[in-house]
């Protein structure tokens, strides 16, 4: 098993700033993926992006590249998510997922992800 878990959300002001950490614990795979999901209220959670663990290969979804930035830190085994000029319709739950295997489908594939966060809530006022 692996244990997910997500902090750093908050209240934020539209054009602001927001760091987000999933720390991951228990069972650990070499070659997972770790992906940043959102769900915003009434409607479906969607991909944000992901990085390949061991090799630190990173994929985002095209509606927040340039403003999102994932990354990893090894040591503690954590993975960040740096949000840059946040928008009020990106008020939402944000969650970190694992991956077993970093081949086969899209690293936006919701259902190849294993294990989930509880998320952490994100509300940007406008």
């Known amino acids: 098993q692996v244990q997910l878990v997500e902090s750093g959300g908050g209240l934020v002001q539209a054009g602001g700033s927001l760091r987000l950490s999933c720390a991951a614990s228990?069972?650990?795979?070499?070659?997972?993926?770790m992906g940043w999901f959102r769900q915003a209220p009434g409607k479906e959670r969607e991909f944000l992006a992901a990085i390949r663990w061991s090799a630190g290969v990173s994929y985002y979804a095209g509606s927040v590249k340039g403003r999102l930035t994932i990354s990893r830190d090894n040591a503690k085994n954590s993975v960040y998510l740096q949000m840059i000029r946040l928008k009020s319709e990106e008020t939402a739950v944000y969650y970190c997922?694992?991956?077993?295997?970093?081949?086969?489908?899209?690293?936006?594939?919701?259902?190849?992800?294993?294990?989930w966060g509880q998320g952490t809530s994100v509300t940007v006022s406008s």
């Open positions: 997922a694992v991956r077993k295997r970093w081949y086969g489908s899209s690293w936006s594939d919701q259902s190849e992800y294993n294990y």
């Open positions: 228990g069972r650990t795979f070499s070659e997972y993926v």
